[in-house]
């Protein structure tokens, strides 16, 4: 009894310690960028102080263009990554269980992967002009890689050993996919997800910027064409705000879906 | 010379109070072949990190060539037993064995002799320019000694080293080890947690009791010198000797049953 | 006969889409999808030696200095975060939020602080790769195996050996996975900055053809830039081969026991 209290009471210390240090870091932050302007560490014209920041974001906040644009942002996210997602793990099931056309289109592969997505900017501008379909379009094809890498990845990973007891039960090929392969993959799966879900994010906030498709993007490039400095850091906030529920929601996921798999139970241990 | 007094520890570091080692007081003279076993879970790892001063002591000292242990003292090289993880994957074995040289700031040449010499001495002149994960797990093992030995210490630790080696290749590395002893005439004490082993190689073998841990029985191996796997084992003084610490152990694994040392 | 048949397995589809698009697009009417025949003339034409000395090199040049910057700073952040324990926890969540930010939103705001000159394109580039390279280092030196580190406590390895040879290698493979991670960014920085905020560079180039309506020179520039990100994808897996043979050699060696 006496032994659990005392244990209970010092992980709750340090993850209390941990907090607080954390709570502090992120205060200490603001902090910085709140004095550094105002003490002419960096122009205070061009980086605004943290509350001034906060002012125009509030002031965003009243505007319908500012929710239209938001909105249309998440939306042009969400199409291109379940694009990718889709089309991703369809193709990379097929290749990782048929071994011949894995070696067919491996060369293939390996030169349209590193070719950087916004090598496509001028492309997509001169077929599609400044419109979403520009930015899905670059979307889709950074966030496919990420996704088919994992799963081609992750359906190779079967166990040899699972592969034969299917064969020998006679499975037919659907079975040994919802049985077998997607089980195993399912882990790579989420990672790709996680992967994907950044870059997505990462280009359609690039194809609004350059491009200039509907969205924040766009927003923060409109308003540092007129000098509206405070609002393209506002906008710029609202962009990191977006990255850290992205990052938590895929957290999530991948909690729920592999709450059985052991990396995730091991992340869980040092976490805590 | 090794000296463990009043040796107390006690761990609290998972919220927990477990009592490691319970009162441990033995001295090991210069030169000697001391053996540890004890029951599974009886704290030898332990003993041995504190002996290291890998790990502070609760209560009580441990003094190594007189001086007390607060760090890791010089003078003494420890061979762990979880050889795949305590040799540099990333260095090649002669790089293993000359980076503790380098660390003291030796001379090229000099580290050069050393680690041959030693590589020789533990049977793998021609491995040099390998990576240790290109070996297999006992000669992995022989690394591991081999760097030990070219530190030149006054003390060697081993902490169950063979535990995870197959049966034929613990008996080359058993015989390695005693002519190692002899040849370079080291203080060394072998923590084990098999009997035959404990008694094959020790000049001397000290019982542990289970945890608490405290000296259970101290016995001296009065088997000649020179063995061999196959006279030393069929020896009737081998098994009586074997005999009496199987007993030991059996009776200090369940304390209670009989009263526990208060 | 087999090496005929890897053979064909290894170039046989790439071969068959480049005749596709060739014979494909042959006396394309297309005035935005010309033919690859006219896009090769082109690219042979637009970048000659002069032109890669004026437009790509200065390019190349600050896509690699600020991928390195980025990546030293990267490592030598990540393992003084790392080692400490309390700077871990007083930093983490900054980090975090710092790596949330989509990278290319740093373009406007460096313009703002420091105009369009090559300090801004390599500020961009380090401030937006040095992210994966700093949380995956902090994830490897935290995660180095004990028995290493006891094994250096017991020889007395410390100090800069201690740190050569054991913090940095036993965390390397984290590094490069972050530094992979880092190096497509470093290209997509390195083109939008030129696209968004310069006179000069490859991005810039390759839009100068678009709003010129150059578009046989424009698909050229599109082929450059994506040459350009195989042949740095190539050397990165050369770098990764030298600096970590021994970690997949490790490994391939687990598999087989």
């Known amino acids: 009894m006496v032994a659990v209290a005392a244990r209970t009471s010092r992980v709750t210390g340090r993850r209390f310690r941990s907090v607080t240090l954390g709570v502090l870091g992120l205060f200490g932050f603001a902090v910085a960028l709140e004095v550094a302007p105002r003490i002419g560490v960096v122009p205070i014209d061009f980086a605004p102080p943290t509350s001034q920041i906060l002012v125009a974001l509030g002031e965003q906040f009243g505007e319908s263009s500012f929710w239209t644009a938001l909105l249309q942002t998440l939306r042009t996210w969400a199409i291109g990554l379940a694009i990718a997602m889709v089309a991703g793990i369809v193709i990379g099931v097929l290749l990782g269980s048929l071994p011949i056309v894995r070696a067919a289109t491996a060369t293939t592969i390996e030169f349209l992967r590193p070719i950087p997505s916004v090598a496509l900017i001028p492309l997509v501008i001169v077929l599609y002009g400044p419109t979403v379909k520009s930015t899905l379009v670059l979307v889709v094809y950074a966030a496919f890689w990420q996704m088919l890498i994992q799963v081609v990845h992750g359906v190779a990973d079967v166990d040899p050993v699972a592969r034969d007891t299917a064969l020998a039960f006679r499975l037919s090929p659907w079975a040994r996919v919802r049985y077998v392969v997607w089980p195993t993959a399912l882990p790579y799966v989420i990672t790709g997800f996680r992967l994907a879900a950044s870059v997505a994010l990462i280009l359609t906030i690039t194809g609004e910027l350059v491009i200039g498709s509907p969205g924040i993007g766009k927003e923060i490039d409109n308003a540092q064409q007129s000098n509206a400095v405070r609002t393209v850091y506002a906008l710029i906030v609202v962009t990191g705000i977006l990255g850290v529920l992205a990052n938590l929601l895929t957290r999530l996921v991948e909690r729920k879906v592999l709450s059985w798999h052991p990396s995730t139970r091991a992340e869980e241990v040092t976490v805590a | ?262 | 006969m087999r090496y005929l048949q890897r053979a064909v397995l290894l170039i046989g589809l790439p071969v068959l889409l480049l005749a596709a698009w060739w014979f494909g697009s042959a006396g394309s009417e297309d005035f935005y999808r010309p033919s690859l025949s006219s896009i090769v003339d082109a690219f042979g034409q637009t970048w000659t030696w002069e032109m890669f000395q004026q437009q790509v090199f200065p390019s190349l040049w600050r896509l690699v200095v600020g991928y390195l910057l980025a990546v030293l700073v990267g490592v030598a952040l990540g393992v003084l975060i790392g080692t400490f324990r309390s700077v871990r926890s007083l930093l983490e969540p900054v980090l975090e939020f710092l790596r949330a930010f989509p990278p290319p939103v740093l373009v406007p705001v460096a313009i703002l602080l420091s105009g369009i000159g090559d300090r801004t394109k390599i500020l961009v580039i380090v401030f937006g790769c040095v992210w994966p390279v700093l949380l995956n280092t902090i994830e490897g030196v935290r995660g180095r195996d004990e028995v290493l580190s006891d094994t250096c406590r017991s020889y007395g390895i410390t100090g800069s050996l201690r740190l050569r040879h054991l913090v940095l290698r036993a965390a390397s493979p984290q590094i490069m996975t972050g530094a992979r991670q880092a190096l497509p960014l470093a290209i997509i920085l390195m083109v939008i900055s030129e696209m968004m905020a310069a006179n000069e560079g490859l991005g810039f180039t390759v839009l100068q053809f678009q709003r010129g309506f150059q578009i046989p020179e424009m698909w050229s520039g599109v082929l450059l830039l994506g040459v350009i990100g195989i042949v740095l994808s190539l050397l990165f897996r050369l770098a990764e081969r030298s600096l970590l043979g021994w970690y997949h050699g490790q490994r391939a060696g687990q598999r087989e026991w």
């Open chain 2, 1 to 262: 010379m090794l000296e463990v007094k009043n040796l107390h520890k006690v761990y609290d570091g998972h919220g927990r109070r477990v009592t490691a080692v319970g009162d441990l007081t033995f001295s090991v003279p210069e030169g000697q072949f001391a053996c540890v076993v004890g029951p599974s879970g009886c704290g030898k790892t332990t003993l041995l990190r504190v002996m290291a001063g890998l790990l502070p002591a609760t209560s009580g000292e441990v003094r190594v060539q007189d001086t007390p242990v607060t760090a890791p003292p010089p003078g003494l090289a420890v061979v762990f037993q979880e050889y795949g993880r305590s040799l540099f994957p990333w260095l090649r074995v002669r790089e293993n064995v000359e980076l503790p040289l380098k660390a003291q700031g030796m001379a090229r040449a000099e580290r050069r002799e050393l680690a041959t010499e030693a590589l020789a001495a533990v049977g793998l002149a021609d491995a040099h320019s390998a990576y240790p994960w290109q070996l297999s797990g006992g000669m992995q093992q022989r690394v591991a000694i081999a760097r030990a030995i070219a530190y030149q210490p006054r003390v060697l630790l081993m902490d169950e080293p063979f535990a995870a080696v197959d049966a034929q290749t613990r008996a080359d590395l058993e015989d390695l080890v005693r002519s190692v002893w002899k040849q370079f005439g080291v203080t060394l004490l072998f923590v084990t947690h098999d009997i035959d082993e404990a008694v094959y190689l020790g000049q001397r073998v000290i019982v542990l009791s289970a945890s608490p841990t405290t000296v259970a029985q101290d016995l001296t191996i009065d088997l000649p010198a020179e063995r061999d796997q196959l006279t030393t084992r069929a020896d009737p003084r081998f098994t009586e000797l074997r005999g009496q610490v199987y007993a030991r152990i059996q009776k200090v694994k369940a304390p209670a049953s009989e009263g526990a040392p208060a």
